[in-house]
């Protein structure tokens, strides 16, 4: 029994380790992605050169972030076969469907076309390379749906039937895998999110470059001109996708309190019935023990976010646990996830989500008025022999000795936010892999040996640290500098045409 215990223990927390790593990485591409595909269409139409720089250095930094992502997501493949075989033989038929869809359709999308876009600078026409960005970012949204398409299923089963002969779950209803209540509003929610998380990234480095610009550190009139266009279409964008996170949030937590009540009676550490139930902001105590000292509470709030009225009865999580042990026999206690997990985890993750919102937000407002400054240089700098007297950089009111720190303590927010988001997720679960269906201590590899779980988990934690450090040594490397505006935009547009002179020359590939 205990090593059971500890073989289950051990495959969960790899399987949490390298996910929650791995998504570090899959919402950056996604917002990032987005952006990218935005600015090259603004210099597709407009021509202007600061589009296209910003556009060439915000791309080399979602390739460098697109790479790890790969390279992180590969072993999240392995761990179904090694420490989940259980969890795969039983339900692999419907669980297998959408992850095989991301592979062939999605997958091959991300991977041909960021190619494309990679090498096509000055061999491709401008709009079919702008069709190339665009491909991948919609690659991206794919693949992201048919994996949390996957993740639905898991919360809120659907789509299937247990075959009476050997006990494993089949799949009927690709359709509704694919299109359940769960999924979409669940893949809205994290794609919005994933916009705020690219969109703090833009926010963050183009803040830290204008702030260097009005201390005289950088005085080159096409640099800044790049990084005020990006961090204008990131307030833009963090402001858009802040509020439809925010109402997309509202709906799903709607949708979990009907599927799956135990985990939001959880996230307010709810122990019994009330009515109407508040929402706690902040609580001092042992949540885990049902004890909430000191809390900071709004009246109803609960209520509303379960029901749409603020008088609504809430089941705590003593009543969902016994209506469990009704159902499926055991104890209170094998129903009731980690407390204290669910309960912060909820609230961090709204804390980080909604500052992000936030700061974007007032940051869109007070960039409106704009003036011409001179650089500020510090006591006894010498000026750059190149500034002229007359020289002058237009600049925002919005930076300010603490507004560009603050920004860029926010480039991080929304992916600890993801991350809490993922944790609260998955651990209000419990103890179901599938809810329901099969639950978590069943769903692990019954053949592999705990020395086996614990090797494999100190090599991965080693391998990811090694990787972070590798990110993060490309990101400072590469973003540090800011654009290169002395490359040239393409000044002719390329024609896939071939001309009459190669027509009649045999191809290069028939030797």
């Known amino acids: ?195 705020i998380t690219g969109a703090a990234f833009v926010m963050g480095i183009s803040a830290y470059h204008l702030w260097r610009a009005k201390r005289g550190k950088d005085t080159n009139r096409k640099r800044i001109a790049a990084m005020r266009s990006s961090l204008k279409l990131a307030l833009v964008v963090c402001t858009v996708a802040g509020i439809l996170t925010a109402l997309s949030g509202d709906r799903l937590a709607k949708v979990m309190f009907e599927q799956q009540p135990m985990k939001m009676a959880a996230a307010e550490a709810l122990w019994d019935t009330q009515a109407p139930a508040p929402f706690s902001i902040f609580s001092v105590g042992d949540v885990n023990k049902g004890r909430n000292d000191v809390a900071l509470e709004v009246p109803g709030a609960l209520s509303f976010l379960a029901k749409s009225d603020f008088h609504s009865a809430v089941p705590g999580i003593n009543n969902r646990a016994d209506e469990q042990v009704k159902l499926f026999g055991g104890t209170r206690a094998d129903y009731i996830p980690n407390i204290f997990m669910t309960y912060w985890g909820f609230r961090l993750m709204i804390f980080f989500g909604m500052t992000s919102f936030t700061i974007g937000l007032v940051g869109l407002y007070l960039t409106r008025k704009k003036f011409w400054v001179r650089p500020r240089f510090r006591t006894g700098e010498d000026e750059p022999p190149n500034l002229m007297i007359t020289d002058k950089i237009r600049m925002n009111d919005f930076f300010t000795k603490w507004s560009w720190r603050i920004i860029a303590l926010t480039l ?96 290069s590939i028939a030797y």
Do not use: C
């Open 1 to 195: 029994m205990e090593l059971a215990i500890a073989q289950e223990t051990i495959a969960r927390w790899q399987f949490g380790v390298t996910t929650v790593y791995h998504f570090l990485f899959v919402p950056l591409s996604i917002g990032l992605g987005g952006i990218v595909a935005g600015l090259e269409t603004a210099w597709v139409r407009t021509g202007k050169e600061k589009y296209f720089h910003a556009t060439k250095f915000w791309g080399k930094l979602l390739l460098i972030n697109l790479a790890l992502g790969v390279v992180t997501g590969i072993f999240q493949e392995f761990q179904f076969g090694m420490n989940w075989s259980s969890y795969s033989r039983f339900v692999g038929d419907v669980f297998g469907a959408p992850l095989a869809m991301e592979a062939l359709v999605a997958f091959f999308f991300e991977s041909v076309f960021i190619g494309l876009w990679i090498f096509g600078w000055n061999r491709l026409p401008k709009k079919i390379h702008l069709a190339t960005i665009w491909i991948v970012t919609i690659g991206s949204l794919l693949s992201a749906y048919f994996i949390l398409a996957a993740n639905s299923f898991m919360q809120h089963p659907v789509g299937y039937r247990i075959d009476p002969a050997n006990g494993k779950a089949r799949l009927t209803d690709i359709w509704r895998v694919l299109f359940q209540d769960t999924t979409l509003v669940q893949v809205f929610h994290t794609l919005t999110a994933a916009f």
């Open 412 to 507: 991080g927010f929304p992916l600890l936010a993801n991350s809490f988001g993922w944790i609260f997720t998955e651990m209000g679960r419990q103890p179901w892999v599938v809810f329901h269906l099969m639950k978590t201590a069943n769903a692990v590899s019954p053949n592999v040996g705990v020395g086996t779980q614990v090797g494999s988990l100190v090599a991965l934690s080693v391998v990811y640290a090694i990787l972070a450090v590798v990110e993060g040594g490309l990101m400072v490397k590469y973003s540090k500098p800011g654009p290169d505006v002395d490359e040239r935009p393409p000044t002719k547009d390329p024609t896939l045409r071939m001309s009459p002179d190669d027509q009649d020359k045999p191809l």
